[in-house]
């Protein structure tokens, strides 16, 4: 899928590594960035990968729920009522420029993230499965846009943030342009996608990490409990337990492709930036200081030591003696 996706897109590793660690992991992704960083073209191409059902919604702010969830439409031949699904009922739902709808679309989203249906009139209607959605927004842009409510956020798994390329990818990209940009070709449907998703459920998670989950999304919300009370008056609201369930899941997904079959703690520090960015709701201070999420999470991280947990040969999963399996050191 990568090798697919990169005949079209150049650099944005951490971008693509993400996407895929939600495709696994069953999350949402929040991905921000100026315009022109191919971020629509990156979740497209993806997309054409996979092989998979793909809709795309333009956020506007004349946008209303039908456009998104669907509507009952009256027939007149049959004299009855008829549903039109929307182009949420999708296996990959691109929601472009999410900033730009207003709250109450916006919150049409929310039922389909979190329970995968959505209900038109009476009537509830299942999502395809996988179903994933992938939102971009624009943050140097305030004219017209409406930012998240803190209610949706959460429920994105992840929030990428997508810097400018290096001259030399640059220089690339605009060679790429210049000729026929290459055709991507589907590698994997959606019943291998679910396949690969089920084994990233399987992947062995010790305890030991997923206390320091919960001890890293706690310490956000009692920043004071870990060394860090200079740091609490940026900090209105801190990670939801959303957070330390995301960092798991997404640390599954990461050992999965980095090709293991068990967790190990640079998997979660790797992706906990990611998880815990949108999460925290930040002061006025902070906005006023110039005081940013990542810099709060990078001294969060710091300030708990994450555990040793090392493959151990004597510790065999499921009777296996080939298999290993993580134990804290």
């Not at 090798?3 to 696994?24: F, N, P, S, T």
């Not at 990818?169 to 994997?188: K, N, Y």
């Not at 449907?189 to 990490?209: I, S």
């Not at 920043?223 to 959303?242: C, D, H």
Request: glycine share 6%; net charge negative.
């Amino acid at each position: 899928m990568l090798y697919q996706v990169k005949r079209v897109i150049v650099g944005q590793d951490a971008l693509l590594e993400r996407m895929l660690i939600a495709l696994l992991a069953r999350g949402h992704v929040l991905v921000e960035g100026v315009p022109g960083l191919a971020k629509t073209l990156a979740v497209k191409t993806l997309a054409g990968a996979i092989g998979c059902q793909f809709q795309r919604v333009q956020f506007t702010p004349d946008l209303v729920p039908a456009d998104i969830v669907g509507t009952r439409i009256y027939n007149q031949k049959l004299g009855e009522f008829q549903v039109a699904l929307g182009p949420i009922f999708a296996n990959l739902v691109l929601a472009d420029e999410i900033n730009r709808a207003p709250a109450k679309v916006q919150s049409a989203l929310l039922e389909a993230m979190q329970e995968h249906q959505v209900t038109i009139g009476r009537d509830t209607h299942q999502l395809p499965d996988p179903f994933l959605v992938m939102a971009t927004q624009n943050p140097i842009e305030s004219d017209g846009t409406y930012p998240l409510p803190e209610a949706q956020v959460d429920r994105f798994m992840l929030k990428v943030l997508v810097d400018y390329p290096s001259a030399t990818e640059e220089f690339v990209i605009v060679e790429r342009m210049v000729g026929a940009v290459e055709a991507v070709q589907s590698v994997i449907g959606t019943a291998e996608l679910a396949a690969l998703q089920n084994a990233t459920q399987d992947v062995y998670v010790d305890p030991a990490l997923i206390e320091y989950s919960v001890r890293v999304a706690t310490a956000t919300r009692d920043l004071a409990a870990v060394n860090l009370k200079e740091l609490a008056r940026f900090v209105t609201y801190g990670a939801s337990p959303r957070a330390s369930i995301n960092m798991v899941l997404a640390g599954q997904a990461l050992a999965l492709i980095r090709g293991r079959d068990y967790v190990l703690a640079g998997d979660v520090t790797a992706i906990a930036a990611d998880v815990l960015r949108h999460r925290l709701v930040l002061s006025y201070e902070a906005l006023a200081e110039d005081v940013t999420a990542d810099a709060i999470i990078a001294r969060v991280l710091q300030a708990i030591p994450a555990p040793e947990v090392t493959p151990a040969a004597e510790s065999p999963r499921h009777g296996d003696d080939d298999q290993w399996m993580p134990r804290p050191r």
